[in-house]
């Protein structure tokens, strides 16, 4: 399409929204419900982005939350405010982290109804001395946490503000000025326990815990920050749920959503086009906003370099496995019930040691002997996304979420066979700590293939989008200002400008973005209603 536009086009929307996750579903809710004329073009079939239930495996009635599965960073302000009908269920056991060649199968089991009991688990872990120091850790995270949570969806604090707001000068240094594993490794002496803490700074961030970059504490606080208790919480009927019902809002509140719209052009004047059923087409927007990453806005504003200079690239660092099993599998501690070990993060060759040595290996492109995985099973908590036989049957979901795997060693061509390098590794990681093959489990579909699916960080960038398959769409960022940051316009004001004052960032690629969380969106409608 030639552009033919006049330099300032009348608009046919207030507001045009580019990409339907759920920030762009939250976004489109807000603006439609304050009046204004909204439309919003999904280059899928349908909407949701990464927050989609779908039934992976062929002729099985299972609803997979196929890629984010777990919710903490949702406000209750946007669900209140939105009128959501959304069900979260709160997880009795935190986590269960199996000592890593104990023959006997022992482990840590964190254990949020019990603390004689957890406090026991420590000790036959041979770490009696960290029980209260973990608690203590994560105490000290809570302040934090209780602190700024009220703040992600008001303007942006400056960093001296936020800094004041929390309160306790040691505190912020340990979590904010450096790099966590100093906090860590102070508080903390057990190897084991010491990793337990590290993942929270490590889901889908490439980083040493003593990186000097800080990515990884960004990661950690964001972890820890949701609700201002750091829970996580299972979505009842999948994450799908979550982005069904922010589209029935804003359905009803009268914005338009299109699917199947690839949008191929965005432009400073407020322009967008797109082709849908193979045609082109245009429509203009007071504002855009646009829940797409910071890279994919570049390439359609064909943005020069100097506009984007100093940004990092995106580069995922994880590979997720779906699988569904006929049971949970045993463990090698018979005395444990696997629904407690399942009932909360699995942690698996997740060590402080290990997971260092693993990014150490990964910078050199050697994979671990043992991949660090976590797992999480969503039957336990919701059967609900399983037909009710199959549920009857004892079936199980499983996530599998592997770390310190980066988009780097990736390419087109290798990544069918990497996918199965990254699957076989993951499932060698599993059995290392299982008293069975976890393979022997698997249910088959219905072409009779084993009821397995794994996502490279590739696949991701494929089918969502997401350059690299960077599931935060890029950095971390704080979630406050620098102090000597401009805050003189609505959207920077709620972090969400780009060098364009009609085309604001609304997804995962705003100041606070990354996960499930509405924040994107929201602030996003915040700024154009402001403005």
């Not at 199996?98 to 036959?124: C, H, K, W, Y």
């Not at 890279?295 to 984007?308: G, K, M, Q």
């Not at 400008?497 to 915040?526: D, E, F, K, W, Y």
Request: proline fraction near 6%; hydrophobic fraction near 40%.
């Amino acid at each position: 399409m030639t552009d033919s536009a006049p330099s300032s086009p009348a608009a046919t929307h207030d507001v045009v929204i580019v990409g339907g996750g759920h920030n762009g579903l939250t976004a489109a809710a807000y603006l439609a419900k304050a009046g204004k004329s909204v439309i919003l073009l999904e280059r899928l079939d349908d909407v949701g982005g990464a927050a989609v239930s779908a039934q992976a495996f062929p002729g099985v009635e299972a609803r997979l939350s196929r890629y984010s599965y777990l919710v903490s960073l949702l406000p209750q302000r946007i669900i209140d405010d939105l009128g959501l009908d959304i069900r979260l269920a709160r997880r009795r056991y935190s986590s269960y982290t199996p000592v890593p060649g104990d023959a006997s199968g022992a482990g840590l089991l964190i254990d949020n109804t019990d603390q004689e009991a957890t406090a026991a688990s420590f000790a036959r872990i041979g770490a009696a001395e960290d029980a209260e120091a973990f608690d203590a850790f994560y105490a000290s995270t809570g302040e934090l946490a209780r602190a700024l949570w009220p703040t992600v969806t008001e303007p942006l604090l400056t960093r001296s503000e936020a800094r004041t707001l929390v309160g306790d000068d040691e505190l912020w240094d340990a979590l904010i000025e450096n790099p966590i594993g100093g906090f860590i490794e102070s508080r903390l002496q057990n190897d084991l326990v010491r990793g337990v803490a590290a993942t929270d700074a490590l889901i889908g961030t490439f980083a040493s815990v003593w990186d000097p970059s800080l990515d990884q504490n960004r990661c950690f606080l964001y972890h820890v920050i949701g609700q201002g208790t750091g829970e996580w919480d299972v979505p009842i009927g999948g994450m799908g749920a979550v982005t069904g019902e922010l589209a029935r809002v804003a359905r009803e509140a009268g914005a338009r959503i299109v699917t199947g719209a690839e949008v191929t052009a965005i432009r400073p004047d407020g322009s967008v086009e797109y082709v849908r059923n193979g045609h082109e087409r245009r429509v203009e927007g007071g504002h855009v906003l646009v829940n797409v990453a910071p890279e994919v806005l570049d390439r359609l504003l064909a943005s020069d370099a100097t506009e984007t200079a100093g940004r990092p690239p995106a580069e995922g660092a994880q590979v997720k496995v779906n699988l569904l099993l006929r049971r949970l599998p045993r463990l090698r501690d018979e005395s444990l019930d696997p629904q407690a070990a399942f009932g909360g993060t699995f942690h698996i060759n997740e060590t402080y040691t290990q997971l260092e040595a693993a990014h150490a290996g990964m910078l050199r492109g050697v994979m671990p002997e043992l991949l660090p995985c976590e797992i999480y099973c969503h039957t336990l908590a919701d059967p609900s996304i399983l037909d009710p036989e199959l549920a009857e049957s004892g079936a199980q979901t499983i996530t599998v979420f592997g770390l310190h795997t980066p988009d780097r060693w990736l390419t087109d061509e290798n990544n069918d066979a990497t996918r199965q390098r990254l699957q076989d590794a993951v499932l060698a990681s599993l059995d290392s700590v299982l008293a069975e093959p976890i393979e022997s489990l698997l249910l088959t579909d219905g072409d009779g293939n084993p009821c397995i699916e794994t996502k490279t960080t590739r696949d991701l960038e494929r089918a969502l989008n997401m350059p690299g398959g960077n599931i935060f769409h890029g950095p971390l960022s704080w979630p406050f200002a620098e102090d000597d940051d401009a805050l003189d316009t609505p959207a920077r004001r709620w972090g969400v400008a780009t060098p364009h004052p009609r085309i604001l960032m609304c997804g995962s690629g705003a100041q606070r973005g990354g996960a499930v969380s509405g924040l994107g969106g929201h602030n996003a409608a915040m700024a154009v209603l402001e403005g």
